[in-house]
T-cell receptor, first 113, second 112 residues
Framework: AQKVTQAQTEISVVEKEDVTLDCVYETRDTTYYLFWYKQPPSGELVFLIRRNSFDEQNEISGRYSWNFQKSTSSFNFTITASQVVDSAVYFC??????????FGTGTRLKVLA | DGGITQSPKYLFRKEGQNVTLSCEQN?????MYWYRQDPGQGLRLIYYSQIVNDFQKGDIAEGYSVSREKKESFPLTVTSAQKNPTAFYLCASMGQSNYGYTFGSGTRLTVV
């Protein structure tokens, strides 16, 4: 069965600290996609990254980086030098071949000035 | 600019009433989805459609109905059979490759 677990319900950090958001997934498929979305207070989910199951390369985009490890079924997201604008709810999601997404319960990140 | 438009942003419903949430996209995407978001529960799939005139139930379809008469439009009706409809509803679409959903800005439905 598919499942996505985001064990951290809420994280608070002080601006400029680094923070890692955890995501653990379960799937029986060998072909799947993993995503991270950001939900600011406005409500709309904003796409951050997609990773397919055959590409275990880590990715860095500015202050954001993602660590995908199939051995531990994890797809963790790190924000370096956090800023107040990073405050949001972050969702991890899993998609198999049906293209239906299974979302985690989200992690609320609060960055304090 | 291409995107998804959901309306209204806020909606109030009396118990026993049906209400329809609008979702329109101009991205030429084939697939469209409706999700419900409750606090602490993430997003749960209500209905989805991969082609015009066809749609499938998601994980929590009871008390909801949809139609897909046009590629651009995928309205969701919350019927009186939905016991706890107060929630945030998100519509999404996706193109032919699974590069990720594009989401609308959501409709917050409250039963009064």
């Amino acid at each position: 069965a598919q499942k996505v677990t985001q064990a951290q319900t809420e994280i608070s950090v002080v601006e400029k600290e680094d923070v890692t958001l955890d995501c653990v997934y379960e799937t029986r498929d060998t072909t799947y996609y993993l995503f991270w979305y950001k939900q600011p207070p406005s409500g709309e989910l904003v796409f951050l990254i997609r990773r397919n199951s055959f590409d275990e390369q880590n990715e860095i985009s500015g202050r954001y980086s993602w660590n995908f490890q199939k051995s531990t079924s994890s797809f963790n997201f790190t924000i370096t030098a956090s800023q107040v604008v990073d405050s949001a709810v972050y969702f991890c999601a899993l998609s198999e071949r049906t293209y239906k997404y299974i979302f985690g319960t989200g992690t609320r990140l609060k960055v304090l000035a | 600019d291409g995107g998804i438009t959901q309306s209204p942003k806020y909606l109030f419903r009396k118990e026993g009433q049906n209400v329809t949430l609008s979702c329109e996209q101009n991205l030429n995407h084939d697939a469209m989805y409706w999700y419900r978001q409750d606090p602490g529960q993430g997003l749960r799939l209500i209905y989805y459609s991969q082609i015009v005139n066809d749609f499938q139930k998601g994980d929590i379809a009871e008390g909801y109905s949809v139609s897909r008469e046009k590629k651009e439009s995928f309205p969701l009706t919350v019927t009186s059979a939905q016991k706890n409809p107060t929630a945030f509803y998100l519509c999404a679409s996706m193109g032919q490759s699974n590069y990720g959903y594009t989401f609308g800005s959501g409709t917050r439905l409250t039963v009064v």
